[in-house]
């Protein structure tokens, strides 16, 4: 059974926007914690925002505040990354995922269910 569909990534050039989509099933969605992942070649996966769905609390990563905005709908289950003034650094493998495990929200561990990825490329 899927869990998570994620949708929207592409290349676009420095400066520009995209807006990533990940659509849960109502079980997923309702456990609460749900975020956004990114890998760079070689390196280990980077948490890059956090929402918890059931009060919409957010976080967010150093590097992406004032430039990513994550956001819900809870009619569609579907969690959102707005991503503005995208830099080449931002260029990546960018997951979404959905648990409830007591970790740390950047932590991989915390997650029990991965999307299947989608690629995010910035040109400069």
């Known amino acids: 059974q899927v869990q998570l569909v994620e949708s929207g990534g592409g290349s676009v050039q420095a400066g520009g926007s995209l807006r990533l989509s990940c659509a849960a099933s109502?079980?997923?969605?309702?456990?609460?914690?749900m975020a956004w992942f990114r890998q760079h070649p070689g390196q280990e996966r980077e948490g890059v925002a956090f929402?918890?769905?059931?009060?919409?609390?957010?976080y967010y990563t150093d590097s992406v505040k004032g430039r990513f905005t994550i956001s819900q709908d809870n009619a569609k289950n579907t969690v959102y990354l707005q991503m503005n003034s995208l830099k080449p650094e931002d260029t990546a493998m960018y997951s979404c995922?959905?648990?409830?495990?007591?970790?740390?929200?950047?932590?991989?561990?915390?997650?029990?269910?991965w999307g299947q990825g989608t690629q995010v490329t910035v040109s400069s």
């Open positions: 929402i918890y769905t059931r009060d919409g609390s957010t």
């Open positions: 995922a959905a648990g409830t495990r007591c970790y740390p929200w950047w932590a991989t561990n915390g997650y029990h269910y």
């Open positions: 109502e079980y997923t969605y309702s456990r609460g914690r």
